[in-house]
């Protein structure tokens, strides 16, 4: 089992900027690969980015490309999500997760970022 804890979100005004962090334990990191998700109220849960178990491949939602970077430390267990030129549409609660295989099987509990104009 995993237990994934994020931390990092707050209240930003728009053009600032953020770093979410996921810090992991109860299993072997690197052996996951590593997601970050939001849902903004009243609409479904979406994907944001992506990194693989070693980092080498990263992969971003079109709507946060060029504005947020996903980095990850396999020695201290954390993955980060560094979020600039925030926008009042990237208000929503944010999730990291863990990918084994082809479903994500591990989920945080959230942490919200909060987007004002």
């Known amino acids: 089992q995993v237990q994934l804890v994020e931390s990092g979100g707050g209240l930003v005004q728009a053009g600032g900027s953020l770093r979410l962090s996921c810090a992991a334990s109860?299993?072997?990191?690197?052996?996951?690969?590593m997601g970050w998700f939001r849902q903004a109220p009243g609409k479904e849960r979406e994907f944001v980015a992506t990194i693989s178990w070693s980092g080498g491949r990263t992969y971003y939602a079109n709507s946060v490309k060029d504005r947020f970077t996903i980095s990850r430390d396999n020695v201290k267990n954390t993955v980060d999500l560094q979020m600039n030129s925030l926008k009042p549409e990237d208000t929503a609660v944010y999730y990291c997760?863990?990918?084994?295989?082809?479903?994500?099987?591990?989920w945080g509990q959230g942490t919200q970022v909060t987007v004002s104009s």
């Open positions: 997760a863990a990918q084994a295989d082809e479903n994500w099987d591990y």
């Open positions: 109860g299993g072997t990191f690197s052996n996951y690969a």
